[in-house]
Structure formats: structure tokens, C-alpha cells
């Protein structure tokens, strides 16, 4: 990551709190090794929606998560969401259409606000054509500062707005849409229905990365890199000699940079 210093008008200089590049983590080397073959999968995710109904309610959206931090914090991020990542440019995020969350604090004017639109439109008639749709985009992209997660069955708190969160979220029309706009929470907890709705997203709307998308490779340990670099050599070799060379100088280990952090 490109942790840089910024220039003061007083002529000191300090450490950028967020870097020029965006993080995903994955609990195992498998997934690393999907999202360079195949592209990043939206997958459900059951987000905490308390905010908008004020009632214990979730809801599951198809999105994928990146999160805008320094990398001297990517060890508490990696102890919550896994071992192994990887890191974009924020270039690629913005051309392929990521927004950061917006998070809202309960009780204050803006989470009111949001809450008393997005209610008035289910009363009757919607506003105009299409109002449900823009309500629902924006809803995958708005989170509490701090809520409820699910995690490994279950519910944990969180403070949301630590992670300075990116999305890509799965948006369209209704009637254009190949999956479910969201589940609901019971939908999400049977796992039959969440493996079926996530295989389509995935069929349908995974996210392309290309090698010079790529600032850096995580795995876990030292061990796991011999293992990636054989993955990359054979299984990217589609790409140019160049751009592969590059992409095997961006794996590191966890295991090795944690001693510095």
C-alpha cells in the first residue's frame, strides 16, 4: 500500500489516515485463488437495519466489501474476516462503479429523515416511477455506526464505521434483475437458499480484476506463498509475461509484515 505523508500549511507533515488502495479479505487461499480466475463475487450479507425500522431486522444484500484503512490497522481487519486478501487500486474501484458506506447515528437528523422517506414512500403510492428501486440502491449502501453482525451463527456488535467501508452492491431494475434484489434474514439462515442465490450472483454478476488492478497479495504465511505464486504462473498465464511478474512481486505474507507493524 502507498502509505504516504501529506505536507501541512504549517510546514509538518503527517500520516494519511486512509491509503490509496482498497482491501478484501478471505478466510482461506481457495477464495484468493477464485477471485483471480474468475473476479470478485457478490455474495448476501445480512446487514442490521435497525436503524431504518427499529425493530431487531435484518436483511441480506448481494454485495462485495472492501474496506479504506491504513495498512498498519489490516491486522485487526484480518483477525475479524480472515487471513488471506488482497489489495486494489481505488482507480479500479471508481471505474467499476464502488461508492463508500454512508453511516448513519440513530436518533440523529439524517438517520430520521431517511427513515421517514423511505417509510412514506411503502404508504400507498410510491412517489414516482421506479422510487422503490433508488431507495433499495441506496439502502445497500447505508450502515449504522456501530450494530449488530453475523458472524460463524451468530450475532456480534460492531463498530461499523471503523472499517471506512467500500461496496459494490448488485443494482438494477427489478424486472432486469437475474437475482434477488435482498433475502430476508430467515432466507439467509437456510443454507440451501443462500447457496442457490449466491451461485446466481456469482454466474451473473462477479467483477473482473485485471493484474494491474493488484497492489498486493496476502496469504497467511510464508508457507502459503510457494503455493499462490504456482497458481498464478499456471492458472493467469493468459496474461502478459510482464504483468505476471509484477503480480508474483505483490504476494506477501501476513506472517512477515506483522513483525513490522
Same mark, same amino acid.
Given at each position: 500500500?502507498?502509505?504516504?505523508?501529506?505536507?501541512?500549511?504549517?510546514?509538518?507533515?503527517?500520516?494519511?489516515?486512509?491509503?490509496?488502495?482498497?482491501?478484501?479479505?478471505?478466510?482461506?487461499?481457495?477464495?484468493?485463488?477464485?477471485?483471480?480466475?474468475?473476479?470478485?463475487?457478490?455474495?448476501?450479507?445480512?446487514?442490521?437495519?435497525?436503524?431504518?425500522?427499529?425493530?431487531?431486522?435484518?436483511?441480506?444484500?448481494?454485495?462485495?466489501?472492501?474496506?479504506?484503512?491504513?495498512?498498519?490497522?489490516?491486522?485487526?481487519?484480518?483477525?475479524?474476516?480472515?487471513?488471506?486478501?488482497?489489495?486494489?487500486?481505488?482507480?479500479?474501484?471508481?471505474?467499476?462503479?464502488?461508492?463508500?458506506?454512508?453511516?448513519?447515528?440513530?436518533?440523529?437528523?439524517?438517520?430520521?429523515?431517511? !427513515?421517514? $422517506?423511505?417509510? %412514506? @414512500?411503502? *404508504?400507498? &403510492?410510491?412517489? +414516482?416511477?421506479?422510487?422503490? /428501486?433508488?431507495?433499495?440502491?441506496?439502502?445497500?449502501?447505508?450502515?449504522?455506526?456501530?450494530?449488530?453482525?453475523?458472524?460463524?451463527?451468530?450475532?456480534?456488535?460492531?463498530?461499523?464505521?471503523?472499517?471506512?467501508?467500500?461496496?459494490?452492491?448488485?443494482?438494477?431494475?427489478?424486472?432486469?434483475?437475474?437475482?434477488?434484489?435482498?433475502?430476508?434474514?430467515?432466507?439467509?439462515?437456510?443454507? !440451501?437458499? $443462500?447457496?442457490? %442465490? @449466491?451461485? *446466481?450472483? &456469482?454466474?451473473? +454478476?462477479?467483477?473482473?480484476? /485485471?493484474?494491474?488492478?493488484?497492489?498486493?497479495?496476502?496469504?497467511?504465511?510464508?508457507?502459503?506463498?510457494?503455493?499462490?505464486?504456482?497458481?498464478?504462473?499456471?492458472?493467469?498465464?493468459?496474461?502478459?509475461?510482464?504483468?505476471?511478474?509484477?503480480?508474483?512481486?505483490?504476494?506477501?505474507?501476513?506472517?512477515?509484515?506483522?513483525?513490522?507493524?
Amino acid at each position: 500500500m502507498q502509505l504516504s505523508y501529506a505536507v501541512s500549511t504549517q510546514g509538518g507533515a503527517h500520516l494519511q489516515p486512509k491509503s490509496h488502495t482498497l482491501f478484501h479479505f478471505t478466510k482461506n487461499l481457495q477464495f484468493l485463488k477464485d477471485i483471480l480466475k474468475n473476479g470478485f463475487w457478490p455474495r448476501y450479507c445480512l446487514e442490521d437495519m435497525n436503524w431504518y425500522t427499529v425493530n431487531e431486522y435484518q436483511a441480506a444484500y448481494p454485495i462485495i466489501c472492501f474496506c479504506d484503512i491504513p495498512l498498519s490497522r489490516v491486522d485487526e481487519h484480518v483477525d475479524f474476516y480472515g487471513n488471506f486478501g488482497i489489495g486494489v487500486t481505488k482507480e479500479w474501484a471508481k471505474l467499476n462503479k464502488l461508492s463508500p458506506v454512508m453511516y448513519i447515528n440513530e436518533g440523529s437528523a439524517q438517520q430520521i429523515a431517511l !427513515k421517514t $422517506l423511505f417509510g %412514506e @414512500n411503502l *404508504k400507498g &403510492k410510491p412517489f +414516482y416511477d421506479n422510487a422503490s /428501486l433508488h431507495i433499495s440502491t441506496i439502502m445497500t449502501h447505508i450502515k449504522p455506526i456501530e450494530g449488530k453482525m453475523y458472524v460463524d451463527g451468530q450475532f456480534i456488535s460492531k463498530e461499523f464505521h471503523q472499517e471506512n467501508e467500500w461496496r459494490f452492491a448488485v443494482n438494477g431494475k427489478f424486472s432486469e434483475l437475474k437475482v434477488r434484489p435482498f433475502l430476508y434474514e430467515n432466507e439467509f439462515r437456510d443454507g !440451501k437458499v $443462500l447457496e442457490s %442465490e @449466491n451461485y *446466481k450472483t &456469482k454466474e451473473s +454478476y462477479s467483477v473482473k480484476i /485485471l493484474p494491474s488492478d493488484i497492489k498486493y497479495l496476502f496469504v497467511n504465511s510464508d508457507s502459503d506463498i510457494p503455493d499462490l505464486i504456482n497458481f498464478i504462473q499456471s492458472e493467469l498465464d493468459n496474461y502478459p509475461s510482464s504483468e505476471i511478474k509484477i503480480l508474483m512481486s505483490r504476494v506477501v505474507s501476513l506472517e512477515t509484515i506483522s513483525r513490522d507493524m
